[in-house]
């Protein structure tokens, strides 16, 4: 079994798996891949995204942090 690498914004749904985005100031938001990918319509190393999204609590860029959570299947 390997495992995944998350370069890129694309690399999410290319891994069945949602964007958990979470700030420094605590708030917390799941993004599917489809989302993420209207977000970033092309791919983003995942570095300059976190730097990118503004956080709707606190309003302030680039505290953002981005982490993959497996999509339950069924």
Known sequence: MTTARFDTTFSFGANGAQCR?????????????????????????IARAELRLVCRGCRRRGHARMVPVPMERG
């Open 21 to 45: 985005v979470e700030c420094k100031c605590g708030r917390a938001r799941t993004v599917d891949a489809e989302e993420l990918r209207r977000m970033f319509p092309l791919p983003v190393p």
